[in-house]
């Protein structure tokens, strides 16, 4: 027989889901706007903003119908609570990807230096990070989310040696300065949605394993052989 709260649960993954598609949706049409030097992109990106947050609003508004109707518990109760951060999490991507668009549209073009920039190369991880973070919910699956929380290393290395790259472009010239801080700015847009996306994986590796990762990667995903013991002596800290 099925509960009243799987309904409800299923309605809750349904509209994250749809959050998840039109979030990724709003970071790739971000993205195109500047590789492609499209300001009407970047504008509807801006506009779809407010559908955005409306998303934003019924995820939570279900997650406290949830709470208010029911004693969830185990898998269920972490859905919930998971569900809340992943939709904030998406909802500041959503927010950051507005901002990487008006950055754009401040830029009106690429720079001649663009190509020598890392922008491309961190676009790409960053669509990568949320496609698997999104899959990673929807299948549930721990190790697809380990496989994202793994990638925001790669994405920090070439932040950093973007800037680096940024820093010595504005040597070369004074002319160059305006312009390479607004790429600067984009690109550390790019690694906070690598942030955002981390969250979500962490989040699902939560729902699936009844595990907190945050903090603890090299405990969880560099050791083998997990101390119970040593789990309890942290818990017993607490």
């Known amino acids: 027989m099925e509960r ?29 706007s ?9 504008n509807i990106v801006i506009e779809r903003d407010r559908k ?3 998303y934003d609003l019924k995820v939570d508004k279900i997650c406290q119908k949830i709470f208010a109707l029911n004693q969830p518990v185990a898998m269920d109760l972490r859905l919930i609570m ?14 950051i990807a507005v901002n990487i668009a008006e950055n754009f549209l401040r830029l009106q073009q690429k ?13 790409v991880t960053v669509r990568e990070m949320i496609k698997n973070s999104i899959d990673s919910f929807i299948d549930r699956d721990a190790k697809l989310a380990e496989k994202v929380i793994l990638m925001d290393s790669v994405l920090d290395k070439l932040f950093i040696e973007n800037n680096q790259i940024m820093i010595d472009i504005m040597k070369e010239s ?3 300065i305006d312009t ?16 955002h996306a ?18 603890n990667y090299e405990r969880f995903f560099f050791n083998d052989s997990r101390n119970p013991e040593r789990e309890k002596e942290e818990e017993d800290e607490d």
């Open 4 to 32: 009243n709260i799987d309904q409800q649960l299923e309605k809750l993954k349904t509209r994250l889901i749809k959050m998840c598609s039109l979030v990724d949706e709003q970071v790739e049409f971000a993205i195109k």
């Open 34 to 42: 500047v590789v492609d030097e499209d300001r009407n992109l970047a």
């Open 52 to 54: 955005v947050d409306k």
């Open 82 to 95: 998971s569900a809340l951060n992943i939709n904030s999490n998406l909802e500041r991507m959503g927010d």
């Open 111 to 123: 720079p001649v230096f663009f190509e020598r920039t890392n922008f491309i190369q961190m676009s």
């Open 174 to 176: 004074i002319n160059n």
């Open 180 to 195: 390479a801080v607004l790429i600067l700015d984009m690109a550390k847009e790019l690694e906070r949605i690598g942030d």
């Open 198 to 215: 981390t969250n979500i994986a962490e989040d699902v590796f939560f729902i699936v394993e009844a595990q907190q990762v945050k903090h």
